[in-house]
């Protein structure tokens, strides 16, 4: 495997062949980083800068930071400024972006996008096979997503046009919040700037675009309240 720039490894840590590892790094005990994985890589503008100064990679940007006892499958990118928690599983060909938090023992299934940067995951959360998390989303503690469901953080599709820079549009998002102990199923869309209340249930295949109280289910498109949920207890 190949290494730039500082990489930190902890006991027992098992990396397969083809690996890339971007200093700053530090990867925890236990850990294991499945064949051509890409850990710490540099976003566009660090690489741009990178290679003005030095004319080649020579290391990462800010600190990635990777828990004890990972799992991280064959050909996973995280790119640098991510922090992955204790315990956490991730599958074939996930791909997550700059500043993004995943805490302990969550599970991002092959082929997840979390397009950070400013995405914030809770502990015990399972996002499932080819789910799309959008730049600015918090998901709370154990929280499920569903198969092909996803976030988004843009309120008209027009929302870019004519703005000069990523930071001017970056500034436009609002990503939306899925709190603790929520259900999203396949394929449903939550839109920007929602919130999805404790405990709440999304149906497969609708698009939310108002705010879901706790311990309610609903489904359609657009999504509206199908029934209560018994409260915890009752």
């Known amino acids: 495997y190949e290494v730039y720039g500082d990489v930190r490894l902890g006991k027992g840590v098992v990396i397969e062949k083809g690996v890339v590892l971007y200093g700053p790094l530090t990867i925890g005990n236990n850990t294991y980083i499945g064949r051509n994985a890409v850990i710490g890589y540099p976003t566009f503008s660090t690489l741009r800068e990178m290679i003005k100064a030095h004319g080649k990679i020579v290391a990462g940007g800010l600190e990635t930071v990777i828990g004890n006892d990972v799992f991280i499958d064959r050909d996973v990118v995280i790119y640098e400024d991510s922090r992955i928690g204790n315990d956490v599983k991730i599958f074939h060909h996930a791909s997550i972006r700059e500043k993004v938090e995943i805490g302990d023992n969550c599970t991002v299934g092959c082929y997840a996008v979390l397009d950070g940067p400013f995405i914030k995951i809770g502990k015990n959360t399972f996002i499932h096979a080819q789910a799309y998390i959008c730049s600015k989303t918090t998901i709370g503690n154990q929280v499920?997503?569903?198969?092909?469901?996803?976030?988004?953080?843009?309120?008209?599709?027009?929302?870019?046009?004519?703005?000069?820079?990523?930071?001017?549009?970056?500034?436009?998002?609002?990503?939306?919040?899925?709190?603790?102990?929520?259900s999203v199923g396949e394929g449903a869309r939550i839109m920007a700037g929602v919130n999805i209340g404790k405990k709440a249930v999304v149906g497969?295949?609708?698009?939310?675009?108002?705010?879901?109280?706790?311990?309610?289910?609903?489904?359609?498109n657009p999504a509206r309240k199908l029934k209560d949920l018994p409260l915890l207890g009752s």
């Open 144 to 182: 499920f997503i569903g198969p092909q469901a996803g976030t988004i953080n843009e309120k008209t599709a027009q929302s870019r046009i004519g703005l000069s820079s990523q930071a001017n549009y970056r500034d436009l998002e609002e990503g939306p919040t899925i709190e603790d102990s929520v």
């Open 204 to 220: 497969a295949g609708s698009v939310v675009t108002k705010d879901v109280p706790s311990n309610e289910v609903w489904v359609g």
